[in-house]
C-alpha cells in the first residue's frame, strides 16, 4: 500500500513538472505583446499614444502595401509597438521592431537580448 502512495504522488510530480515544463516552452514561442500607437503623438514623459488596433491593419507593422495607403488617408501613423509598457492610455519603453522584440526573450527562453 505505501508502494502504490509513493507511486501515485511520483507520478503527480512529474507531470506537474511536465505541465510547468510545457507552459515556459508555449510561451518562448509566442508573439510579443503589441499595442497599436501614433507614432507622431510621442511624449517625453509619458511615450506614444495608444490608439485603435483597426489602425495599424499589417502584422509587419511596415508603412508599405493597403496599411501605409490607409495611414495616410487618415492623416495619422499608426504602427505595432512591441513589449511596451503601458499606462494610462500610454505606451513607452518598447520598440517597434518585431523581431528585437522577439529577441529580448522570456522565461525558458534563450534569447541574445538583454534588458
Same mark, same amino acid.
Given at each position: 500500500?505505501?508502494e502504490t502512495?509513493?507511486?501515485? /504522488?511520483?507520478?503527480?510530480?512529474?507531470l506537474?513538472?511536465?505541465?510547468? !515544463?510545457?507552459?515556459? !516552452?508555449s510561451?518562448?514561442?509566442?508573439?510579443?505583446?503589441?499595442?497599436?500607437?501614433? /507614432?507622431?503623438? %510621442?511624449?517625453?514623459?509619458?511615450?506614444?499614444?495608444?490608439?485603435?488596433?483597426?489602425?495599424?491593419?499589417?502584422?509587419?507593422?511596415?508603412?508599405?502595401?493597403?496599411?501605409?495607403?490607409?495611414?495616410?488617408? /487618415?492623416?495619422?501613423?499608426a504602427?505595432? %509597438? %512591441?513589449?511596451?509598457?503601458?499606462?494610462?492610455?500610454?505606451?513607452d519603453?518598447?520598440?517597434?521592431? /518585431?523581431?528585437?522584440?522577439?529577441?529580448?526573450?522570456?522565461?525558458?527562453?534563450?534569447?541574445?537580448?538583454?534588458?
Amino acid at each position: 500500500m505505501a508502494e502504490t502512495r509513493r507511486r501515485l /504522488r511520483s507520478s503527480t510530480v512529474v507531470l506537474g513538472g511536465m505541465g510547468v !515544463l510545457a507552459a515556459a !516552452l508555449s510561451a518562448c514561442g509566442s508573439d510579443p505583446d503589441r499595442r497599436c500607437v501614433d /507614432r507622431d503623438s %510621442y511624449d517625453y514623459l509619458k511615450g506614444y499614444r495608444v490608439v485603435a488596433d483597426k489602425n495599424c491593419k499589417s502584422s509587419s507593422g511596415g508603412s508599405s502595401g493597403t496599411a501605409g495607403k490607409n495611414r495616410k488617408n /487618415r492623416g495619422g501613423d499608426a504602427d505595432w %509597438y %512591441y513589449d511596451a509598457d503601458v499606462s494610462s492610455g500610454y505606451a513607452d519603453n518598447g520598440t517597434f521592431s /518585431r523581431s528585437a522584440a522577439v529577441d529580448r526573450g522570456g522565461f525558458g527562453c534563450s534569447g541574445g537580448g538583454g534588458g
